[in-house]
């Protein structure tokens, strides 16, 4: 973990596992109820039980942040259900970016309004950061979990601390 402007943090993630779901209704449920969720979580919309997270990216999509142990009851569920299911791990990798100015350094490479009025905990969307592709999801008030695809993370994460030196200079001429 560092600090890439004041009060501010960037970590990376260890090593997880991640998929990613397509199917129609009966998949998406199949896999929420797998995941212990009451239901698929609304469009750009992350939810979370005690078989993991599911990410609602897109009407048939879903990323899947499974716990451990969880991807046999998940494989269980989509068994009869067509569906495409593919294991995204080794293409991904996260980042939390957590503190008082997080929405201001993602603002400085995105145009998205991080406001937490229309940002709130729990939004998950795909955008772009500078140039690279990336899912953004807001866990907390003043923390996101960012995943990006491994090629591009040296250039994200060397964006968001360039964003957060600015960010830091100009507290200080102020």
């Known amino acids: 973990m560092v600090e890439i402007a004041e009060g501010c943090t960037l970590d990376s993630l260890p090593p997880m ?16 109820g797998a995941l212990g969720l009451d239901a698929v979580p609304p469009l750009l919309r ?22 451990l142990g969880s991807r046999a009851g998940l494989d269980a569920a989509l068994a009869a259900l067509p569906h495409s299911l593919v294991d995204v791990s ?3 990798v996260g ?25 709130p905990v729990g939004m998950v969307t795909r955008t772009l950061l500078d140039k690279a592709g ?3 999801w807001r866990t907390g008030a003043q923390t996101f979990h960012i995943e990006v695809w491994r090629s591009f993370a ?7 601390r360039e964003v957060g030196r600015g960010i830091s200079f100009s507290l200080l001429s102020v």
């Open 90 to 92: 080794d293409r991904h």
């Open 134 to 136: 990336a899912a953004i």
């Open 17 to 32: 596992i991640r998929l990613v779901l397509q199917g129609r209704a009966a998949a998406l449920d199949a896999a929420a």
């Open 154 to 160: 040296p250039y994200v994460e060397a964006q968001l």
């Open 46 to 67: 992350a939810a979370s039980g005690a078989g993991g997270q599911a990410l609602r990216l897109g009407p048939f999509e879903l990323m899947i942040l499974p716990a």
């Open 95 to 119: 980042f939390v970016l957590e503190g008082a100015r997080a929405a201001d350094i993602l603002a400085g490479l995105c145009p998205l309004d991080f406001a937490p009025s229309s940002f």
